[in-house]
Protein backbone atom coordinates (compact mmCIF):
# COMPACT_ATOMS: atom_id res chain seq x y z
CA UNK A 1 0.00 0.00 0.00
CA UNK A 2 1.47 3.26 -1.08
CA UNK A 3 2.05 6.06 1.80
CA UNK A 4 0.70 9.19 1.26
CA UNK A 5 2.15 12.12 3.48
CA UNK A 6 -0.24 14.91 4.57
CA UNK A 7 0.67 17.57 1.49
CA UNK A 8 -0.26 15.46 -0.96
CA UNK A 9 -3.31 13.97 0.90
CA UNK A 10 -4.56 17.68 1.55
CA UNK A 11 -4.27 18.44 -2.46
CA UNK A 12 -5.85 15.27 -3.81
CA UNK A 13 -8.68 16.12 -1.26
CA UNK A 14 -8.79 20.20 -2.83
CA UNK A 15 -8.76 18.27 -6.88
CA UNK A 16 -11.89 16.62 -5.37
CA UNK A 17 -13.35 19.51 -3.96
CA UNK A 18 -12.93 21.50 -7.59
CA UNK A 19 -14.52 18.55 -9.44
CA UNK A 20 -17.24 18.46 -7.43
CA UNK A 21 -18.09 21.90 -7.48
CA UNK A 22 -17.15 22.44 -11.45
CA UNK A 23 -20.68 20.18 -11.08
CA UNK A 24 -22.47 22.44 -9.02
CA UNK A 25 -22.49 19.86 -5.66
CA UNK A 26 -21.70 21.32 -2.30
CA UNK A 27 -18.77 20.59 -1.08
CA UNK A 28 -19.08 19.23 2.94
CA UNK A 29 -16.51 21.11 5.56
CA UNK A 30 -12.93 18.85 6.14
CA UNK A 31 -11.21 20.14 9.01
CA UNK A 32 -7.41 20.67 8.52
CA UNK A 33 -4.95 21.54 11.38
CA UNK A 34 -3.86 25.04 11.47
CA UNK A 35 -0.73 26.69 12.84
CA UNK A 36 -1.02 27.44 16.36
CA UNK A 37 -0.02 30.71 17.42
CA UNK A 38 1.06 32.43 20.55
CA UNK A 39 -1.67 34.46 22.54
CA UNK A 40 -4.72 33.06 20.11
CA UNK A 41 -7.15 31.53 22.67
CA UNK A 42 -10.79 30.97 21.00
CA UNK A 43 -12.90 32.91 18.73
CA UNK A 44 -13.06 36.63 19.22
CA UNK A 45 -15.88 38.86 18.44
CA UNK A 46 -14.64 42.14 17.02
CA UNK A 47 -16.62 45.18 17.84
CA UNK A 48 -18.48 45.11 14.32
CA UNK A 49 -19.67 42.19 15.36
CA UNK A 50 -17.70 39.63 13.11
CA UNK A 51 -16.34 36.31 15.23
CA UNK A 52 -12.33 35.73 14.58
CA UNK A 53 -12.00 32.54 14.26
CA UNK A 54 -8.49 30.53 14.63
CA UNK A 55 -7.48 29.32 11.52
CA UNK A 56 -10.06 31.53 9.69
CA UNK A 57 -9.48 34.24 6.82
CA UNK A 58 -9.28 37.12 8.99
CA UNK A 59 -6.48 35.31 11.28
CA UNK A 60 -4.58 34.37 8.03
CA UNK A 61 -4.77 37.73 6.96
CA UNK A 62 -3.37 38.91 10.46
CA UNK A 63 -0.54 36.52 10.03
CA UNK A 64 -0.10 37.57 6.43
CA UNK A 65 0.35 41.36 7.68
CA UNK A 66 2.64 40.43 10.29
CA UNK A 67 4.97 38.17 7.67
CA UNK A 68 4.73 40.76 5.11
CA UNK A 69 5.48 43.78 8.03
CA UNK A 70 8.31 42.23 8.84
CA UNK A 71 9.88 41.39 5.22
CA UNK A 72 8.70 45.00 4.71
CA UNK A 73 11.13 46.08 7.68
CA UNK A 74 14.06 44.05 6.32
CA UNK A 75 13.36 45.38 2.81
CA UNK A 76 13.68 48.64 4.28
CA UNK A 77 16.39 48.34 6.28
CA UNK A 78 18.38 47.02 3.74
CA UNK A 79 17.40 50.27 1.74
CA UNK A 80 15.16 48.35 -1.07
CA UNK A 81 12.67 51.11 -0.84
CA UNK A 82 11.01 49.40 -4.30
CA UNK A 83 10.43 45.97 -2.91
CA UNK A 84 9.46 47.93 0.45
CA UNK A 85 6.28 49.62 -1.37
CA UNK A 86 5.51 46.38 -3.07
CA UNK A 87 5.31 44.56 -0.14
CA UNK A 88 3.16 46.81 1.51
CA UNK A 89 0.52 47.10 -1.66
CA UNK A 90 0.26 43.78 -0.92
CA UNK A 91 0.06 43.69 2.22
CA UNK A 92 -3.02 46.07 1.99
CA UNK A 93 -4.52 45.12 -0.46
CA UNK A 94 -5.07 41.31 1.17
CA UNK A 95 -6.24 43.31 4.31
CA UNK A 96 -9.21 45.49 2.21
CA UNK A 97 -10.14 42.47 0.07
CA UNK A 98 -10.35 40.33 3.90
CA UNK A 99 -12.71 43.29 4.65
CA UNK A 100 -10.57 45.34 6.72
CA UNK A 101 -11.59 48.39 4.03
CA UNK A 102 -13.99 51.13 4.48
CA UNK A 103 -17.03 50.13 3.31
CA UNK A 104 -19.61 52.18 5.62
CA UNK A 105 -19.41 55.96 7.14
CA UNK A 106 -21.64 57.03 9.82
CA UNK A 107 -21.97 60.62 10.38
CA UNK A 108 -23.62 62.23 13.85
CA UNK A 109 -24.49 65.80 14.08
CA UNK A 110 -24.54 66.67 10.64
CA UNK A 111 -26.93 69.47 10.10
CA UNK A 112 -25.46 72.17 7.51
CA UNK A 113 -22.48 70.64 6.07
CA UNK A 114 -22.51 69.20 3.05
CA UNK A 115 -22.11 65.31 2.14
CA UNK A 116 -19.31 66.36 -0.50
CA UNK A 117 -17.86 68.62 2.10
CA UNK A 118 -17.45 65.48 5.05
CA UNK A 119 -16.81 63.17 2.31
CA UNK A 120 -13.56 65.20 0.76
CA UNK A 121 -12.15 66.51 4.21
CA UNK A 122 -12.44 62.27 5.85
CA UNK A 123 -10.59 61.24 2.73
CA UNK A 124 -11.87 57.41 2.83
CA UNK A 125 -13.29 55.13 0.52
CA UNK A 126 -13.53 51.28 -0.72
CA UNK A 127 -9.67 51.26 -0.65
CA UNK A 128 -8.94 52.60 2.63
CA UNK A 129 -7.56 50.09 4.64
CA UNK A 130 -8.80 50.31 8.19
CA UNK A 131 -6.29 49.26 10.06
CA UNK A 132 -3.82 52.49 8.84
CA UNK A 133 -6.47 54.61 8.69
CA UNK A 134 -4.72 58.09 10.16
CA UNK A 135 -8.28 59.06 12.31
CA UNK A 136 -6.46 62.20 13.54
CA UNK A 137 -5.11 63.42 10.76
CA UNK A 138 -8.96 63.16 9.65
CA UNK A 139 -10.76 64.52 12.77
CA UNK A 140 -7.77 68.21 11.54
CA UNK A 141 -8.95 67.85 7.99
CA UNK A 142 -12.86 67.80 9.28
CA UNK A 143 -12.01 70.38 11.63
CA UNK A 144 -11.11 72.97 8.53
CA UNK A 145 -14.53 72.61 7.46
CA UNK A 146 -16.35 76.26 7.95
CA UNK A 147 -19.19 74.72 9.71
CA UNK A 148 -17.47 72.01 12.08
CA UNK A 149 -16.27 73.22 15.08
CA UNK A 150 -15.09 69.90 16.33
CA UNK A 151 -14.72 66.30 15.38
CA UNK A 152 -14.10 63.23 16.26
CA UNK A 153 -13.28 60.05 14.33
CA UNK A 154 -13.29 55.97 15.50
CA UNK A 155 -12.86 53.19 13.90
CA UNK A 156 -15.53 50.40 14.10
CA UNK A 157 -13.89 47.33 12.58
CA UNK A 158 -13.73 45.64 10.70
CA UNK A 159 -15.07 48.12 7.78
CA UNK A 160 -16.95 51.11 9.98
CA UNK A 161 -15.69 54.46 10.13
CA UNK A 162 -18.07 56.35 13.04
CA UNK A 163 -17.87 60.22 12.71
CA UNK A 164 -19.41 62.92 15.21
CA UNK A 165 -18.97 66.23 14.40
CA UNK A 166 -20.31 69.71 16.41
CA UNK A 167 -21.56 71.97 13.91
CA UNK A 168 -20.55 76.06 14.63
CA UNK A 169 -24.17 78.28 15.46
CA UNK A 170 -24.78 81.13 13.32
CA UNK A 171 -24.64 83.95 15.85
CA UNK A 172 -24.77 87.62 13.71
CA UNK A 173 -24.12 88.32 9.99
CA UNK A 174 -21.28 90.72 9.27
CA UNK A 175 -20.69 92.86 6.50
CA UNK A 176 -16.88 93.42 5.58
CA UNK A 177 -15.42 94.79 2.04
CA UNK A 178 -19.25 94.60 0.41
CA UNK A 179 -19.56 91.44 1.80
CA UNK A 180 -22.08 89.47 4.09
CA UNK A 181 -20.94 86.84 5.91
CA UNK A 182 -22.73 84.90 8.94
CA UNK A 183 -20.57 83.73 11.73
CA UNK A 184 -20.66 82.25 15.59
CA UNK A 185 -20.30 83.34 18.63
CA UNK A 186 -16.16 83.50 18.34
CA UNK A 187 -16.36 85.54 15.10
CA UNK A 188 -15.61 82.49 12.98
CA UNK A 189 -16.55 82.96 9.73
CA UNK A 190 -19.24 80.15 8.29
CA UNK A 191 -20.29 81.12 5.18
CA UNK A 192 -21.02 83.47 2.93
CA UNK A 193 -24.89 84.59 3.28
CA UNK A 194 -27.31 86.82 1.95
CA UNK A 195 -28.69 89.41 4.61
CA UNK A 196 -32.41 88.11 4.16
CA UNK A 197 -31.67 84.57 4.83
CA UNK A 198 -30.92 85.13 8.51
CA UNK A 199 -33.06 88.50 9.58
CA UNK A 200 -33.22 87.75 12.98
CA UNK A 201 -29.53 87.53 13.70
CA UNK A 202 -28.09 91.32 14.59
CA UNK A 203 -26.58 92.81 11.54
CA UNK A 204 -22.67 94.17 12.79
CA UNK A 205 -20.49 96.21 10.35
CA UNK A 206 -16.60 97.05 9.27
CA UNK A 207 -13.25 95.31 10.36
CA UNK A 208 -13.24 93.05 13.90
CA UNK A 209 -17.10 93.40 14.06
CA UNK A 210 -17.55 89.81 13.54
CA UNK A 211 -14.93 88.58 16.44
CA UNK A 212 -16.37 91.24 18.76
CA UNK A 213 -19.99 90.88 18.06
CA UNK A 214 -20.21 88.90 21.30
CA UNK A 215 -18.79 90.92 23.82
CA UNK A 216 -21.42 94.10 22.47
CA UNK A 217 -24.62 91.62 22.29
CA UNK A 218 -23.58 90.94 26.29
CA UNK A 219 -22.79 94.42 27.14
CA UNK A 220 -26.55 95.45 25.34
CA UNK A 221 -28.21 92.77 26.98
CA UNK A 222 -29.46 94.74 30.10
CA UNK A 223 -30.81 97.37 28.02
CA UNK A 224 -33.25 95.75 26.40
CA UNK A 225 -35.76 98.60 25.53
CA UNK A 226 -32.81 99.62 23.51
CA UNK A 227 -31.63 96.56 21.86
CA UNK A 228 -34.78 96.19 19.87
CA UNK A 229 -34.27 99.17 18.24
CA UNK A 230 -30.77 98.18 17.35
CA UNK A 231 -31.20 97.42 13.28
CA UNK A 232 -27.01 97.00 12.98
CA UNK A 233 -23.93 97.93 14.86
CA UNK A 234 -20.94 99.41 13.18
CA UNK A 235 -17.15 98.79 14.36
CA UNK A 236 -15.30 101.96 13.91
CA UNK A 237 -11.80 101.76 13.66
CA UNK A 238 -11.59 98.26 15.35
CA UNK A 239 -12.03 99.98 18.72
CA UNK A 240 -15.67 101.16 18.98
CA UNK A 241 -18.88 100.89 17.92
CA UNK A 242 -21.94 103.22 16.91
CA UNK A 243 -25.14 101.87 16.63
CA UNK A 244 -27.91 102.88 14.19
CA UNK A 245 -31.63 102.64 15.55
CA UNK A 246 -34.83 101.97 13.61
CA UNK A 247 -35.78 105.51 13.97
CA UNK A 248 -32.20 106.61 12.08
CA UNK A 249 -30.67 107.78 15.19
CA UNK A 250 -26.64 106.87 15.18
CA UNK A 251 -25.63 106.27 18.72
CA UNK A 252 -21.72 106.70 18.91
CA UNK A 253 -20.28 104.72 22.00
CA UNK A 254 -17.28 105.23 23.40
CA UNK A 255 -14.00 102.96 23.68
CA UNK A 256 -14.68 102.18 27.47
CA UNK A 257 -17.08 103.02 29.68
CA UNK A 258 -19.90 101.41 27.28
CA UNK A 259 -22.04 100.45 30.40
CA UNK A 260 -21.38 103.88 31.96
CA UNK A 261 -22.48 105.28 28.95
CA UNK A 262 -25.60 103.62 27.39
CA UNK A 263 -27.08 104.17 31.45
CA UNK A 264 -26.69 107.62 30.78
CA UNK A 265 -28.48 107.37 27.83
CA UNK A 266 -31.26 105.67 28.79
CA UNK A 267 -31.77 107.93 31.75
CA UNK A 268 -31.63 110.77 29.54
CA UNK A 269 -34.40 108.99 26.97
CA UNK A 270 -36.39 108.34 30.28
CA UNK A 271 -36.34 111.62 31.69
CA UNK A 272 -36.14 113.54 28.54
CA UNK A 273 -37.71 111.07 25.58
CA UNK A 274 -34.47 111.92 24.42
CA UNK A 275 -34.21 109.23 21.18
CA UNK A 276 -37.94 110.24 19.93
CA UNK A 277 -36.38 113.68 19.46
CA UNK A 278 -35.83 115.40 16.06
CA UNK A 279 -32.33 114.45 16.28
CA UNK A 280 -29.62 112.52 13.89
CA UNK A 281 -26.80 111.59 16.12
CA UNK A 282 -26.31 110.89 19.89
CA UNK A 283 -22.46 111.06 20.88
CA UNK A 284 -21.55 109.56 24.40
CA UNK A 285 -17.97 109.40 23.05
CA UNK A 286 -16.65 111.85 25.92
CA UNK A 287 -17.43 111.08 29.91
CA UNK A 288 -18.45 114.23 30.94
CA UNK A 289 -21.46 115.11 28.28
CA UNK A 290 -23.86 113.78 26.04
CA UNK A 291 -23.96 115.37 22.31
CA UNK A 292 -26.46 115.44 20.10
CA UNK A 293 -26.92 116.33 16.39
CA UNK A 294 -30.47 117.83 14.90
CA UNK A 295 -31.58 116.45 12.08
CA UNK A 296 -31.32 118.56 9.19
CA UNK A 297 -34.72 117.50 7.26
CA UNK A 298 -37.21 115.62 9.26
CA UNK A 299 -40.29 115.86 11.10
CA UNK A 300 -40.00 115.76 15.00
CA UNK A 301 -40.83 112.38 16.03
CA UNK A 302 -43.67 112.46 18.17
CA UNK A 303 -43.49 110.51 21.73
CA UNK A 304 -46.09 107.87 22.33
CA UNK A 305 -48.52 110.00 23.97
CA UNK A 306 -49.38 112.18 21.17
CA UNK A 307 -48.26 115.42 22.52
CA UNK A 308 -45.81 117.39 21.20
CA UNK A 309 -42.11 116.74 21.55
CA UNK A 310 -40.16 118.94 24.03
CA UNK A 311 -37.71 121.07 22.79
CA UNK A 312 -34.30 118.74 22.03
CA UNK A 313 -30.52 119.74 22.83
CA UNK A 314 -28.63 121.64 20.32
CA UNK A 315 -25.25 121.08 21.37
CA UNK A 316 -24.71 119.06 25.00
CA UNK A 317 -25.90 118.14 27.63
CA UNK A 318 -24.04 116.99 30.26
CA UNK A 319 -24.56 113.71 32.13
CA UNK A 320 -24.98 114.36 35.24
CA UNK A 321 -27.95 116.87 34.23
Same mark, same amino acid.
Given at each position: ????????????????????????????????????????????????????????????????????????????????????????? &??????????????? =????????????????????????????????????????????????????????????????????????????????????? =???????????????????????????????????????????????????????????????????????????????????????????????????????? =???????????? &????????????????
Amino acid at each position: MQSVGPNRGRRQIRRSDDALLARGIAVPARKFSSLSLPGFGKAKRAPGGAALHRGSGVWRVVTVLLLAGAAGYGFWVSGDDGLYGQTQR &GAEALAIAAGFGVSR =ITVEGQQHVTDAELTKALGAGPGSLMLSFDTDAAKERLEKVPWVKHAQVMRLLPSTLQVVIEERVPFAVWQSGGKTYVVDTEGAV =IAPVVREAYAGLPLVVGEGAGKNAADLLATLKPFDSLTRQVVAATRVGDRRWTLRLSSGIDIMLPDDGVTDALNTLTGLDRDRNLLARNIAAVDLRLADRVSVR =IRDKAEPVMPES &GSAAPDAPTASTKRNT
